[in-house]
Structures are given as C-alpha cells and as structure tokens.
C-alpha cells in the first residue's frame, strides 16, 4: 500500500492463465480484509477477477484469496501467474524457482518467457479419504452424491470431485453448486465435469471452482482431470487438457503431476479503496 494525499493506493497487475484471472499485488498474507478482496474481485463494481494473489519476495510466498473472499491452499494456474509476476518484477532470473504456498513448497520450471510459458509440479494426487470426507473411505472416493461409475474425489493442492460426462456444457449451475456444497465433503470440493475426445487424445473440461463458480480454466482441475482419466483407463499421460478458455498440458514423471501452459499479463492500476467501497453489504 501507498499514501497518496489521504487516500491508500494499492498498485495491482493482472494475469491470466487461459482465462482463469487473477489480481496479484506484492503484500503479505493477511493485508486485505474479505470486503476487499470481493470489492477487487467484482466484475461489476470492481476490476473482476476469479482471485486476488498476495505475494512476498523473500522467500517467495503466494497466498491466493477467492473472489468470495475464502483462501484455497493452492491454485496451479495463480501459481504459474505468480512465477510470472516475480519473472516481469525481476524478483528471479533463474529458469526454476520454488514457491511456498499454504500447501507446501512447489517446484516451477520456466520454459520461455516469449511467450511465457511455465511448468509446474503439482505432486503426487492424494486418495487419503480423510482429507475430502469425515467417513472413512478404504481406496478410492466415490461420493454418494455423484453416481456416475467414472468419478471419484481425491486432493491435488485443493479437494477435486471429477465426474465423467457425456456433454461438460450440460451441466448447470444447481447441480455443480450442490456437489461443491454436498455435506460428504469436509471442505467443499471443486468440481470437474470432464470428456474425452473420440480420438483419446485429449480430455475436455469445464471446471466449478469453490468461491468462484465456473472458471474458464483451472490448473489443478487439469490435472484432477488427467489423474483420473488415467486412473480409470481413459486416456494415457501426457495429455491435452482443453478447456473454454485454453489448453494445458499434464505429464506424469514417478507418480508425480506436471502442469504447463501460457500465461499473460493484462495490465496495471491504481487501486484507490475510498473510491470503490460502494456501501453494499458483505
């Protein structure tokens, strides 16, 4: 933040990784109450974003806030737009960097900077039943509320619920809010409703993301996707992952996720909060 008269400014760029934008700002964790966040995030009253990212040099820390204002402990294509930020900034001038996230240390390798494309690794998807449900769970999670044969719930930085679908476009806003919001699930879980290609090469998607809706992309949704097409014989990593907003590729190396694609830069403002509290409730 800066003075400017009586008013705080707060400088924000914008980033996108196709589609799935994000307002980062260099501050530390906890500078921005809910009410701000949603304020920046509305795409009405606000300058509209799927998320705000806080970051801090030393070590580099992302912390990501959803438009609704809760803060998910990874986000895969924040964090490739992070590394971006840090990139454009100066802040790295080596290929590979970590990022400490609220979900551990992450590992991001920088394929080109024209454009910018960057790799991440995302890890190894986590079936551990306790970290999506209460009720204990031996193997893999079928929740109740998902009948589908193909579908299953595990943790990729965040919970995942992916459900293989005839047509992703179908599906509306009750049904994907009633799975995220469905009591089974400790947290809340983002949802994937996902196809495959008559070709078996490429995997198509459309994400409902926890405090935010549908997104027109979602990194670690890509990688849920392609986890659970392998895992149900589906598709063969690597694969394409295409969602409205774009492509991103997911490989697989010792059971390990990686997660690469572009990401752009949108632009800058000024951010003068006296100016765009407009009085509506939180």
């Not at 809760?70 to 290929?95: D, E, F, K, T």
């Not at 910018?116 to 109740?144: K, N, Q, W, Y």
């Not at 490429?202 to 994400?207: A, E, G, V």
């Amino acid at each position: 933040m800066v003075e400017k008269g009586e008013k705080n400014v707060m400088i924000v760029e914008k980033y996108q990784c196709c589609g799935n934008d994000f307002l980062i700002a260099s501050l530390p964790s906890g500078s921005l109450s809910v009410s701000q966040v949603r304020r920046l995030c509305d795409r009405h009253y606000g300058l509209g974003a799927d998320g705000v990212i806080l970051l801090q040099r030393q070590p580099l820390t992302m912390t990501v806030i959803n438009a609704d204002g809760s803060a998910p402990s990874m986000c895969g294509n924040g964090l490739r737009c992070a590394v971006h930020y840090a990139w454009r900034h100066g802040w790295i001038r080596q290929s590979s960097v970590s990022v400490h996230t609220a979900d551990g240390v992450r590992e991001a390798r920088i394929v080109s900077t024209e454009p910018f494309v960057c790799e991440l690794d995302m890890g190894c998807p986590d079936f551990d039943s306790r970290r999506i449900t209460a009720r204990f769970h031996p193997g893999l999670v079928h929740p109740p509320c998902c009948p589908q044969s193909c579908s299953c719930s595990f943790w990729i930085g965040v919970p995942h619920t992916v459900i293989f679908v005839d047509d992703p476009a179908s599906i509306d806003d009750d049904r994907a809010r009633q799975i995220e919001q469905d009591p089974f699930f400790c947290q809340g879980t983002n949802v994937d409703f996902v196809c495959l290609d008559p070709e078996g090469a490429t995997l198509r998607i459309r994400t409902w993301e926890r405090g935010v809706g549908w997104t027109l992309s979602c990194g670690s949704g890509a990688c849920a996707a392609a986890a659970a097409g392998s895992l149900f014989g589906l598709c063969r990593l690597p694969v394409t992952v295409r969602s409205a907003g774009g492509e991103l590729q997911v490989r697989t190396w010792r059971q390990r996720l990686f997660l690469c694609g572009k990401s752009g830069y949108i632009g800058k403002v000024e951010w003068e909060e006296d100016q765009n509290d407009d009085g509506r409730a939180d």
